[in-house]
């Protein structure tokens, strides 16, 4: 039905040699959304003329798109999470990649004030004020402050920029560090990695993987790691949630397994219909043990600005 000409909403196109600033996509709607942020009368049949209100609360994209609604650097750029001020270091070896070694929380009271420079690294988390004032202060020095390249309209419309742009589930965990790892268990290019089970026991994996029989509602069956670059993010969503644990056990070290398994549960406690507060504790102890051993597994190396971002998923 979503690809039926009728049902195709083309909100932009843009044509140039380079992305456009977030602002200037922005800039062509913000009018409309003020207008309707303070209500529009409207003639609602059986109802006569009503006054409708539209608020922007929330929204969300991947990596690419958030840094660029928001006015941010780049993921491999210094200080490019949206909810804290860790810096995080270039990859060692490499060019254009930056990762953030995993931090203990800082008190929102310690953060520096505002002149002060961010070499104390850490993560002291960021708030909907401090983030205006940070973009304020880029355009007046007129270079990149704390990951702010200057203020977005975002800001001018009730949408706070930090508590309401989400991180949702896909493009961080199935799309994102789920798939990021099964790569580096099984893809030939990463079997020199710590974790990787590629020279060892991948024929097994498949095999696993391919005996499979899902329940109905999971429309696309397992695949073999051999297509893993056909899989859809559906695919990794389901290998992630449900096939796993069951695929690894045996294969992984029981150390590797509760490490990822750890990932898996806090995943599963934030998907429950309710989450309560002792879930969210449970869950901040899990990333707390995934990201704590992580370095030790797998390296440094791959804990990129998404892998970071798992910090965060108890406080989204
Ligand atoms: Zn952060």
């Not at 069951?246 to 398994?261: E, Q, Y």
Request: contains cysteine; charged residues 20%.
């Amino acid at each position: 039905m979503r690809f039926k000409k009728e049902n195709i909403l083309v909100p932009a196109l843009w044509c140039g040699p380079v992305k456009p600033h977030g602002n200037t996509l922005l800039k062509a709607i913000f009018p409309d959304l003020q207008v309707l942020q303070k209500g529009v009368d409207m003639d609602i049949p059986k109802h006569n003329v009503q006054t409708v209100t539209g608020i922007v609360i929330c929204g969300t994209g991947d990596l690419p798109a958030r840094a660029m609604m928001l006015n941010m650097v780049a993921h491999n750029g210094e200080s490019a999470c949206q909810r804290c001020y860790q810096r995080g270091e270039p990859r060692e070896g490499t060019f254009g990649v930056r990762v953030f070694p995993y931090l203990p929380n800082r008190s929102k009271e310690l953060l520096p004030k505002e002149g002060a420079n961010f070499n104390q690294d850490g993560m002291y988390p960021r708030d909907d004020a401090n983030f205006n004032v940070d973009g304020i202060r880029a355009l007046t020095i007129a270079k990149h402050y704390a990951g702010l390249k200057g203020t977005t309209l975002l800001s001018k419309l009730t949408l706070l920029p930090v508590k309401g742009t989400g991180i949702d589930a896909m493009h961080l965990i199935y799309a994102g560090c789920g798939r990021k790892m099964l790569k580096m268990f099984v893809d030939e290019k990463h079997s020199e990695v710590k974790g990787s089970v590629y020279k060892t026991h991948k024929t097994i994996v498949d095999e696993r993987l391919l005996n499979i029989k899902p329940p109905a509602y999971i429309t696309r069956v397992p695949k073999s790691t051999v297509e893993l670059a056909d899989w859809k993010t559906s695919m990794h969503k389901s290998f992630f949630l449900y096939y796993s644990l069951p695929v690894l056990k045996g294969i992984f070290t029981d150390l590797n397994l509760r490490h990822f398994s750890s990932l898996v549960a806090a995943v599963q406690l934030l998907n429950s219909d309710c989450v309560k507060e002792n879930d969210l504790k449970n869950v901040e102890d899990l990333i707390d043990k995934f990201m704590s051993y992580f370095k030790d597994l797998y390296g440094c190396e791959f804990l990129t600005l998404n892998f970071h971002l798992l910090c965060h998923l108890p406080t989204l």
